[in-house]
């Protein structure tokens, strides 16, 4: 089960830290992601990160330089730090789990990649 939470009201230019625990699973063997969906759009895809051994993450452009993911394995958490927040950020943030069966997996931006899905958080900004 993941259960993300930290979502809220914002003002344009806030930051904000969502989180996303896992439990009934070992968490340390995902690569975690989060996504977005805004209201009529598509869910698309924020960050990911590997797993703590590799320390990969990857950004979708609109959120690099201004985004920070990360995850502790002892807490069974992942995060998802937002800083400089605009209002195309608004949208129902989802946390994400794929499971690792490979040394050689990837950490991947594609929705049918992953397994399994929380039941997302709303994060809205104001202009």
């Known amino acids: 089960q993941l259960q993300a939470s930290g979502g809220g009201l914002v003002q344009a230019g806030d930051s904000l830290r969502l989180s996303c625990a896992m439990s009934?699973?070992?968490?340390?063997?995902?690569?975690m992601g989060w996504f977005r969906q805004a209201p009529g759009q598509e869910r698309e895809f924020v960050a990911a990160?590997?797993?703590?051994?590799?320390?990969?993450?990857l950004y979708t452009d609109s959120v690099k330089g201004r985004s920070t993911i990360s995850r502790d394995d002892r807490k069974s958490t992942v995060y998802l730090e937002m800083s400089s927040l605009r209002p195309e950020d608004t949208a129902v943030y989802y946390c994400?789990?794929?499971?690792?069966?490979?040394?050689?997996?990837?950490?991947?931006?594609?929705?049918?990649?992953?397994?399994?899905w929380g039941q997302g958080t709303l994060v809205t900004v104001s202009s």
């Open positions: 994400a789990a794929d499971p690792v069966r490979s040394v050689y997996y990837t950490v991947s931006d594609k929705v049918a990649d992953y397994h399994y």
């Open positions: 009934g699973r070992i968490f340390s063997s995902y690569v």
């Open positions: 990160i590997g797993l703590s051994s590799s320390g990969s993450v």
